[in-house]
């Protein structure tokens, strides 16, 4: 499996490198932003991807401008290229209570904004785009429930590592999950634990102190990709490997991997992609005047070692924006 690579994006490195003051008023109106929680993390980048692609198509500039998780960070953002007059904004908030702030602003001066996924507490928007966050988790949870299940493991508890429950969608993942759970009957709890750097090796501390302080530890869900490394490692550093199991949500090709050798049960694959088009496409019909549906819902996958090789056709497409061959 090979990625084929791609220069960052035009605009993500404006952003990094501190050149957002070069973009000249005339280019500003024919722009559409995208503020990110962080593109270091692949989720966001194939969801920029889209913005990129369906904007560029239609005439547009485009420019990402990460957040680096920081509220103050995007405000600034915000703040800076509402200043220079965007024609747009699409905006992944770095929590649900963060958004109204900068959407505030953006009404204030007359920029529309779409919220793409996360959601936001409160304010005007265009249009919202969001997976189905519960439902995509409720999904994943099933599967791993009859897995337990299927072991013997029924009795056993199951922890969860989380994205922030201060986001809508984290709050979803977390609900669909548990309802999954209580169906199988499967009651016992190992704790929740909420990253917040994002990191395998947060993510590998959590997993690490769940299974001292629970040794009945049988079931695992981490809510995003690339932490789920961190609890494998966590359970091979225990000598536990093939006494948990282990179901993620979103996708790397590493976790693709991962599921085609069964080291993970399956994941609740959003599709990044996708929804960055769906976002560029509600915020162009918008700027030509056209009615736009106030949310918009976009199915997640819930891939499993039985039929990855099925999805791989889709999921090259519209969960990693092309990368995937």
Not at 140 to 161: D, E
Request: charged share 20%; proline share 5%.
């Amino acid at each position: 499996m090979k990625l084929r690579r791609r220069s960052l994006l035009a605009g993500s490195a404006m952003a990094l490198s501190g050149l957002v003051p070069a973009i000249r008023t005339r280019a500003a109106e024919k722009t559409i932003v995208y503020l990110t929680p962080g593109l270091d993390l692949p989720f966001w980048r194939y969801l920029a991807r889209g913005i990129e692609d369906v904007s560029k198509q239609n005439g547009y500039g485009f420019l990402a401008l990460d957040s680096h998780n920081s509220a103050a960070t995007q405000l600034k953002n915000a703040q800076d290229v509402i200043a220079r007059g965007v024609a747009g904004i699409c905006i992944s908030p770095t929590d649900s209570s963060t958004a109204p702030a900068v959407l505030a602003l953006a009404e204030k001066a007359g920029i529309p904004v779409v919220v793409s996924d996360i959601g936001t507490n409160s304010g005007t928007y265009v249009s919202f785009i969001i997976s189905n966050n519960f439902e995509g988790a409720y999904g994943i949870g099933k599967v791993l429930a009859q897995k337990m299940i299927a072991k013997g493991w029924q009795n056993g508890s199951v922890g969860l590592v989380t994205i922030s429950q201060a986001r809508r969608n984290g709050q979803a993942r977390t609900a669909g999950f548990r309802k999954a759970m209580q169906e199988a009957g499967i009651t016992r709890e190992a704790g929740l634990q909420q990253m917040q750097s994002y990191t395998p090796d947060e993510t590998f501390r959590f997993v690490q102190d769940m299974l001292t302080a629970h040794p009945d530890l049988r079931g695992l869900f981490v809510q995003t990709d690339q932490p789920t490394t961190g609890a494998l490692r966590a359970i091979k550093a225990a000598r536990r490997e093939g006494q948990v199991l282990v179901a993620s949500f979103d996708g790397t090709p590493e976790l693709v991997e991962l599921i085609k050798s069964g080291q993970v049960v399956g994941s609740g694959m959003q599709q990044p992609y996708e929804m960055g088009v769906k976002s560029a496409e509600a915020m162009i019909a918008h700027l030509n005047g056209k009615p736009v549906e106030k949310e918009i819902l976009v199915p997640i996958l819930v891939v499993t070692p039985e039929n990855v090789e099925q999805m791989l056709p889709t999921i090259r497409k519209t969960v990693f924006a092309g990368e995937l061959s």
